[in-house]
Every structure is written in C-alpha cells, then in structure tokens.
C-alpha cells in the first residue's frame, strides 16, 4: 500500500501560481498512474488532473490550459503546477492513485482570493 504526502498549498491572489508536490512511498511509483483530485466545502472529491505511467495526462476542462501534472520517477513524486489560478479553485488538493484508491493523505489547502 502506498502512502501520499502533499504539499506546497497556500493563499494566492486570482491569477497567481502554485506549484503542488506529492511524494509516494513504495517501490512501485513508476507503474502507477496517478491524479490529482480536489474537494471545495460541501462539494464532491473530482479528479482534475491524471498522469498515467508511461506519461500521457488528461485534464478536467475546468483546468485545461492552466493546470500541469508531472511526474518524476525518480523522486517518487507527482507535481501540479496551478497557473492563473481563479477564487473557483479553492480547495483542498489531494494526490492518490487513478482511479483513486481508498487511501488519501491529509492533502494540501489552496486559496484563491479574489
């Protein structure tokens, strides 16, 4: 079972950046495909970004074209790189296996202020 650490959250202002990390315990990393997922209050945990083992990525439109997953194998970790960030993407950012896993860290909190 792998374990997930995120960080890098914060408070921005609307259009700022932000860049998330995840670091995955386990040998396995470089065969997993992995996403990023963020629940605002009282909303669903939605998928917004997915990286598959090989490293194609596929997006939720709501972040397309300012949301970037990678990964680097060697660090056994996963990054988000959140640009013109809007008060919309508040929330608190999770990493996790795609499809998720049952297993979730104590994610990351991200602020938009308008």
């Known amino acids: 079972q792998v374990q997930l650490v995120e960080s890098g959250g914060g408070l921005v202002q609307a259009g700022g950046s932000l860049r998330l990390s995840c670091a995955v315990s386990g040998s396995i990393f470089r065969l997993l495909a992995m996403g990023w997922y963020r629940q605002a209050p009282g909303k669903q945990r939605d998928l917004v970004a997915g990286i598959s083992s090989s490293g194609p990525t596929n997006y939720a439109d709501s972040v397309k074209g300012r949301f970037t997953i990678s990964r680097d194998n060697a660090k056994k970790t996963v990054y988000l790189q959140m640009n013109s960030l809007k008060p919309e993407d508040t929330a608190v950012y999770y990493c996790?296996?795609?499809?998720?896993?049952?297993?979730w860290g104590q994610g990351t909190q991200v602020t938009v202020s308008s």
């Open positions: 996790n296996l795609n499809p998720a896993s049952s297993s």
